[in-house]
Structure formats: C-alpha cells, structure tokens
C-alpha cells in the first residue's frame, strides 16, 4: 500500500522539475567578474616629502596612495620613495628624482605587465619580475636614452643631459634615442650585464644617429669599485636580497601553488596596511591638536596681516603700560576689610599680606571665540595661601572679552579687531579703590571662522 502512495509522489515531483525547466529555462545567475585590468601603481615614502605635480598643483603623497598614468612624482634633496607594480616589481626612486609614469598595464588573466617610466632627473633602481608574457615590457627613458628589461634589476640616472646605466642583474637593452624622430636607434643598441655600465651623452647620441653600424659596444665597461661600493647601489642590492629570500620562501610554503597569484595579493595587501598606518598617523596627530586654527579669507588675507602686524606692535608697546603694578604696601588692609566684612579671620600682618597670583588650568596661547574660562585669584605667601577669588573686581585688559561673574570669562573680540581674526590681552583682578592687582598670562583670542573651500588657514 504504502508504494502505491510513494511512486505517485515521486512522479509529480519529477514532471514538477520537467515543467520548471521549460517554463523558467536553464539560464542561470553569473557571478559579477572582477576587473582583469589593473592601471595603477602605489606609493611607499620611505622618507619624505614626495610629491604628485601637475601643471596646477604638487600634492603631498603618503604611504599607500594610488600612482596613475600620467602621473609626475618628485623627491625632493631628502626623500626616498618606493612605487609598488601590480606584479611585486618595485621602481625605487632616489633623493632629488622627478619621474612621469608614461604607461601602467597589468592584466590578471596572463600576468603581462607594461610599464613605462621616463626619467626627468635624478636615480631610479628598477627591480622587475620576470615578466610572463612576451606583449610584457618594463622601459625607463631618459632624454637621450631608452633602457629596456624583461626580468632584471638595474639602475638609470639622468642629469645634465648625461644618461648612466648600472647593471645588477641580468641583461638590460640600452639604446640612445633619435633627438629628431624620438625613437629609439636599435641599430646601436647595446645589451649590458650583471656589474657593467655603460655611459651615454649627446657626442655618442649623434654618432649613433649618423652611422651606419653599431657605435655604442666599446662604451660598455666594468663597473668600478667606487661604483660598486656606492650607497646607492649598496642599499638596491641589498633590498634586492631581501626581495628574492622572501620569494624564494614563498615558492617552498606554497609547494608548487600559483606563486604569481599569491604576490599579486600581498602586493595589494601590503598597500592596504599602509594605508592604515597613515590614517592612524593622522588620527594621532588630530587627537594631539587642541583646537583647529581659525582661517581668514584669501581675497583680504593680505590686506588684514599688514593691518595686524601694525597693531600687534602698537599692542606689544602699550599693553603693559595699561595694567597697574601691585602696591603689596596698600594691598593688606584691604584684605582685611574685606574679610571682617566676610566673617573672615584677619589674622596678622603675615597671613594678609603676599603676591595675588591668577591662575587657570586652561591653556591661553590660543582661545577661540565663544570658550569661556574659569580664573582663580589666589593670595600667596610664605606660609599662606588663600582662594580670594569673590572678595576681588574682575576686569578684561584688551579687546579679547567679558567678565561674566567672579573669575568667569569669556573670549569675545571686539569690533575694533575683529576683523584682524585675532587680539591679544589679560584677565585681572583688584580690591576696589586700589591700584593693587594681580594679572593672568597673556591671552590669545582668535575668531572661530567656518573653512570653506575659498579660504586658507590663518
């Protein structure tokens, strides 16, 4: 009984399926496919500033930051930077280098790379992966100049007109350039070795570009051991060593996995971790800032720091002359009244008398508009030392503010420097009628001004 109710269902089911298949068809959903192409490099600043120029502006590149065609990057007489391939090759750029990224191309399906570089000034050292694919290429070109590699490491300087190429690794293809046609000369290029150099200037440019027969063989020699043993060169090879350990130890962990795969990925990973290092920099260096500066408009930015500096002057010359010196002759008698009047004990001569001192835990190097804070007056003497903060008139020396009650001020600037962005003064306190006072340190205030884009800090 119980197989007569079971072949029913199972042959429902069955025609179920046929009619889901003809009704609905067999096409399925595809995975969206990732990018294949990769167009881009990235930055590693081994110590800076390195610099991304364009005709309008140089914007300071950090660790991580992406390096497009086109792109014109400059070290300046202290920095080093390393660009990072998407293959693991890595070009290292020395102090004082500008280079323009002519060409980034790396295809993920065969792992063809092209990279072209042309060196404006300065050093590089080229450290290439054997490159996969014959359509790869890996060319620095100088003005006069073209070295191309298919696997190697290698070192190209360019300066004065005067190209010099170092060979560390492999062969390297040099060739001068046509000034003319802007094309290489293949009849006089020149292959160099591991440890040779070869040196090339405008004279032997213009015998390549008028002969009819290589020119250029005798120019290939031996590298001297000033050569060899030069910072530079010492520091690239090393880094070199280091480069193929760690892939040397990648192929015996992996055991015969896609080793180009894995590099590709650690290559990205590695930017990614240095993009983290920076924005914790930054986060760091934004916790460690008390308050941001106020910014003043450009089109009056000029105009307001000669009209500032004149009044800082005249500030600097009067200010002082403006607040009252402490007559402590005078100043105990009034401590005594004001304590009796109080409910105080006036205590002798030695308790009352002493240096009034204004103090605050707030920093007054710089106050923006708006904050308000809380002064103490403290009376100090060798053996005392007494709050007298309500028993003292406050007032505001400067055009920095108000005394909103007993030791409680706030930062405002009046009309009259306002529109400077800034002003400078002190909190003081004194027993009425009396010339005695006691002073704060000098206060900053500054105008609290919203950034926009028009606007430049002040």
């Known amino acids: ?30 995975p969206l496919i990732k990018a294949t192409e990769i167009k881009e490099a990235w930055i590693e600043v081994v110590n800076g500033p390195i610099f991304n120029k364009t005709s309008l502006q140089k914007v300071e590149l950090k660790s991580g930051d992406l390096i497009t065609i086109g792109a014109t ?60 694919t014959p359509e790869s290429v890996w060319e620095v070109k100088t003005g006069n100049t073209v070295a191309t590699v298919r696997g190697t490491a290698f070192s190209m300087s360019y300066k004065n007109g005067i190209s010099f190429i170092f060979g560390s690794e492999n062969k390297i293809a040099v060739a001068p350039i046509d000034p003319v046609t802007k094309e290489a000369i293949k009849l006089s290029e020149v292959v160099i070795g591991e440890n040779k150099v070869i040196e090339i200037t405008l004279k032997e440019v213009e015998k390549a570009r008028v002969s ?15 050569i060899l043993n030069d910072g530079w060169v010492q520091d690239s090879k090393e880094k070199d060593r280091e480069f193929d350990l760690e892939i040397e130890e990648l192929k015996l962990n992996m055991r015969g996995g896609d080793i180009a795969e894995e590099i590709i990925e650690r290559t990205e990973e ?3 971790i240095f993009n983290r290092k920076e924005r914790d920099s930054e986060d760091e260096k934004d916790d460690s800032v008390e308050q941001k500066k106020p910014v003043i408009k450009i089109d009056e930015f000029k105009r307001k720091t000669e009209i500032k500096n004149k009044v800082e002057v005249e500030k600097s010359d009067t200010l002082e002359a403006k607040i009252p010196r402490v007559n402590r002759n005078t100043l105990e008698p009034k401590i005594e009244m004001s304590q009796r009047e109080t409910g105080g004990s006036s205590g002798s001569s030695d308790n009352t008398s002493g240096e009034m001192r204004i103090i605050t835990d707030k920093g007054l190097t710089l106050v923006l508009e708006g904050e308000t804070i809380v002064f103490k007056a403290i009376l100090e003497n060798q053996t005392t030392k007494r709050d007298i ?24 600037l009046g009309d009259e420097v306002s529109e400077l962005g800034e002003s400078v003064g002190y909190v003081v306190a004194s027993f009425e009628n009396s010339k005695e006072v006691g002073k704060s340190e000098l206060i900053k205030v500054e105008a609290l001004v919203p950034d926009t884009s028009e606007e430049i800090g002040g």
């Open 73 to 132: 990057i400059e070290t300046d007489s202290t920095s080093r930077g390393h660009i990072h391939f998407p293959d693991g090759s890595v070009l290292r750029l020395d102090k004082a280098t500008t280079i323009t990224v002519s060409e980034i191309h790396f295809k993920k399906d065969d792992h063809s790379l092209a990279v072209k570089i042309a060196l404006v000034t300065g050093r590089v050292w080229s450290k290439v992966i054997t490159l996969a």
């Open 270 to 272: 590695n930017r990614k």
């Open 389 to 412: 903060t309500s028993l003292v008139t406050w007032n505001v020396i400067g055009d920095i503010g108000n005394i909103i009650r007993p030791g409680v001020f706030v930062a405002k």
């Open 1 to 30: 009984m119980s197989r007569l109710i079971i072949i029913p269902i199972i042959l429902a089911v069955i025609l179920a399926g046929v009619y889901a298949i003809f009704k609905y068809g067999t096409t399925v959903t595809q």
């Open 212 to 226: 009819d027969k290589p020119v250029l063989n005798d120019n290939v020699r031996e590298a001297t051991p000033a």
